[in-house]
DNA sequence: ATTATCTATAGATCTATAGATAATGC
DNA sequence: ATTATCTATAGATCTATAGATAATGC
């Protein structure tokens, strides 16, 4: 039954991986305890070893989440500066960022149920990484100041969370694709 | 205990209502039935002879609460075709409408929860209402052509659900203002 | 007689805890 | 000896239903 220290760290790491995973794909409500911890291979009461309640656990997936996603937008910025605009804003509203909700960004699908969590640790954590998401747009928007770059990089994040999670609305096809092309061409150039 | 007809229809559109602002406020999954039924000074046995289910309802009330958006754009853009534009937006982004869910567009409190909730008859109405936010805005875009402005009424719709989302979701209250101010600013003006 | 609402409860589900078990690590 | 994980369960909550009750409406 127990495992090595080695082992139970890697253990607890798929059990975050898997709920970011599980999180962004059914809601912070749409996973139990139980069956995550199924899902990861383990039962439920080692669960509680590992994790102070749900709620931290929830905190820890996201922060985990975010800060990947952050990341990724920095390292295209610090790599292509040029084209990294047109390059994150085409990858945030591809099909598949739309279709695989389990991997692409939290704030498309978690964003909404935050507010409602009553959890400051989490709260925090989205904070900053929306703090992230706006400087590393800030740093390759195509407007005159930093001052103007950083409020439409305010902007074009609020279009790309609400594009993915428009297209993901609507049952009409077409019109979801619509909104992804229409957002691509609408956010990529000068706002205001 | 029993009323009259009139009384239980009066009933029952009171728990529409009601519902509509719980959901708005909690999220489908933050009220329940007993509860619900509680807020309109009722017992929860009676709610299943008005309703068929909590799906139901959840399909009633948000068809309910957003046509009354969708018909108030259209009568802002009928009543003031010049203004319109702004006058939606900066309705949309007011710190009201961020601060007051259960009294703003379900669309920015519900919509991330509808493809969660494998209810068809729910995806079509948020999909009906989509489509009248984005035909009003259409009437009304500074864009050259029909087609344009049908593109950027996508992007502004996007930019308007998305700033409302992410204003909600940040604990920094100045940085909350920031995000509906630049996005007052940034989707007044020609997109693209 | 009909029916809108009430009381009571079945059945499912979820978080968290208690105590047992067996392998690790000193 | 310690501890990661397991089994079992307490306690809370939620949707939906069954049957009773009392006022309406014919």
Known sequence: MRVSREQAAANKERVIELAGQLFRERGFEGIGVADLMASAGLTHGGFYRQFESKNDLVVQACDRT???????????????????????INRYLSEHARDVPSDSCALTSLAGEVPRQNNAALTEAFTRALKGFADALARVGPEATAEERYQQALTRLAGLVGAVILARTVSDPALSDEILAAARKGLTGPLG
Do not use: G
Not at 67 to 88: C, F, G, M, N, Y
């Open 66 to 88: 975010l800060q990947t996603s952050v990341d990724r937008w920095h390292e295209t910025v610090a790599r292509e500066p040029e084209t990294a605009l047109v390059k994150i």
